[in-house]
């Protein structure tokens, strides 16, 4: 299967997760992606050993990331790798980085002199807190920036309680899937106007737009949402429980006249739609903490499996059970979903997460594994009209290394 960018060549300066990850969802949908390394490589290649893992071992996060792309190592700190890259970028419809601007600039790869010298050039970049202000500059890991600066890490603590941790990741996968939607709009003006154009996201920016509700709140109204404390949530059915085995469930009905009959019903206590204590919504949050209660004794009577047979007589009851990582790849959804691909090579295939969006009804399939370091270097400059004599000549100089 094709996907939509197919034909499209992008030029991928990444390390870690956010540059990677946007390159990586280009190459899902069909780009191909040409990843520029260091001679000591993307340093996400060592996420296997901080895992745990040992050097022979798959690297599930490098794979994630780096899957269907081509490797090439250059030395950019030499003038002949550089001009290996001036010849790629030529070549290119887009630029993708997470590199920081003045690294960049001292390159010579900042994006002024690359779109003059490239006019239909994409040039997209993910930085930490922006390309201008005073902290443009700073260096910035998604923690940082998104989870901690971002007020995303605050605004989920508890009242009184410790800073919640992030998993890894999350801010940079977020910003890249901005990354890879504001390229595609720039390819498709580009389309028009024949030029290609920087476009911009930072992990800042994603975090503070992860909670916008809470932002906008703030901006326009000067106040702060409190965050909910579930012994005292005003309305029942939007709240988590637990079932009488242990596992947690969520219920998400937003809209208390619409799903609170169907709680009530649900949990054998219809009478509680005509008690003065529950009967409107200003009476169940004013007595929310003896609702919640008698709930949670209620909920704790059955296991979730028989819970949710009855929730289902009830179309207005809306649930999800909390799902741990080994329920979810247990769960027959996540996998009617099409949320996992295969990714074979030479040695077999295996599943891996796919990207969360679909073309054509179907997700996109990789074109292969992650690459290995420099896998593609002797291919991608064959392409780029180097004859075997230059080419061997540029990796004696180290200006170019092969895997």
């Known amino acids: 299967m094709t996907g939509p960018l197919e034909g499209i060549r992008v030029v991928e300066l990444g390390v870690w997760v956010a540059g990677p990850g946007a390159g990586g969802i280009l190459a899902d949908w069909g780009a191909d992606v040409v990843k520029v390394e260091p001679p000591s490589g993307d340093p996400a290649r060592q996420f296997h050993r901080m895992l745990g893992g040992v050097p022979d071992d798959v690297n599930p996060v490098f794979e994630l990331d780096n899957r269907g792309k081509r490797a090439i190592v250059l030395d950019l700190g030499s003038e002949r790798g550089r001009e290996v890259l001036e010849r ?193 919504p200003r009476g169940r949050a004013i007595n929310a903490e003896a609702l919640i209660a008698e709930l949670d004794t209620i909920f704790a009577t059955r296991p979730l499996d028989e819970w949710a047979a009855v929730f289902a007589d009830e179309p207005e009851l809306f649930w999800s059970p909390v799902n741990t990582i080994d329920d979810l790849l247990v769960d027959e959804q996540f996998w009617a979903s099409g949320a996992v691909v295969q990714v074979a090579d030479e040695s077999g295939s295996w599943g891996v997460l796919a990207t969360p969006a679909d073309f054509d009804g179907r997700p996109p399939v990789p074109r292969g594994p992650a690459p290995r370091l420099g896998q593609h270097t002797r291919e991608v400059l064959s392409e780029l009209d180097y004859d075997e004599a230059r080419i061997e000549e540029l990796l004696a100089a180290g200006a170019a290394t092969e895997g």
């Open 88 to 280: 790629l970028l030529a070549g290119a419809d887009v630029l993708v980085t997470n590199i920081r601007p003045a690294a960049l600039e001292r390159l010579g790869l900042g994006p002024e002199r690359v779109l003059e010298d490239h006019p239909r050039l994409v040039y997209g970049i993910i930085t930490g807190f922006g390309m201008e202000g005073p902290d443009a500059g700073r260096a910035a890991y998604d923690i940082g920036a998104f989870w901690s600066r971002a007020g995303i890490a605050e605004s989920l603590r508890t009242p009184g309680g410790p800073l919640p941790f992030q998993r890894g990741g999350m801010g940079d996968h977020s910003a890249a899937m901005t990354a890879a939607g504001m390229i595609s709009a720039a390819l498709a003006a580009r389309a028009r106007t024949g030029r290609g154009q920087l476009v911009t996201t930072s992990l800042l920016r994603q975090g503070a737009y992860t909670i916008g509700f809470d932002v906008n709140v703030a901006l326009m109204w000067g106040r702060t949402i409190s965050v909910g404390v579930r012994d005292k949530m005003g309305s029942p059915t939007i709240n988590n429980y637990v079932a009488g085995d242990g596992r947690a469930f969520w219920l998400v009905g937003l809209e208390g006249p619409r799903h609170w009959p169907a709680l009530a019903r649900a949990v054998g206590r219809p009478e509680w739609l005509d008690d003065e204590r529950f009967a409107d």
